[in-house]
């Protein structure tokens, strides 16, 4: 069983950026690739970014490519989302999300957090 809080979402001017952070709970969190999603008003969930259990291999929407890196710290049982260059069409809610086999897409992930609003402002 794996718990997951996202924190470190708010309000931020076009071009800014923020660092979104996703504590997990759970013996086994360094076993789960990880990702983050995002849902904005009115829009169908969109995958953002995932990380590989060993943090060796990520992937990246073409949307936010160059612009949001994906990271993780197993000893802190923490995932990170530093988003830069931040745009109006990246608010949303963004969630994390855990897999524990596959993690090519949203059906492999097992566990979400409550999710964190992002907002930018032209």
């Known amino acids: 069983q794996v718990q997951l809080v996202e924190s470190g979402g708010g309000l931020v001017q076009a071009g800014g950026s923020l660092r979104l952070s996703c504590a997990a709970s759970g013996r086994t969190f360094s076993n789960y690739a990880m990702g983050w999603f995002r849902r904005a008003p009115g829009k169908e969930s969109e995958f953002v970014a995932a990380?590989?259990?060993?943090?060796?291999?990520?992937y990246y929407a073409d949307s936010v490519k160059g612009r949001f890196t994906i990271s993780r710290d197993n000893a802190k049982n923490t995932v990170y989302l530093q988003m830069n260059s931040l745009k109006p069409e990246d608010t949303a809610v963004y969630y994390c999300?855990?897999?524990?086999?596959?993690?090519?897409?949203?059906?492999?992930?097992?566990?979400w957090g409550q999710g964190t609003q992002v907002t930018v402002s032209s």
């Open positions: 990380i590989s259990w060993s943090g060796g291999s990520t």
């Open positions: 999300a855990a897999a524990g086999g596959s993690w090519g897409s949203i059906g492999d992930y097992d566990y």
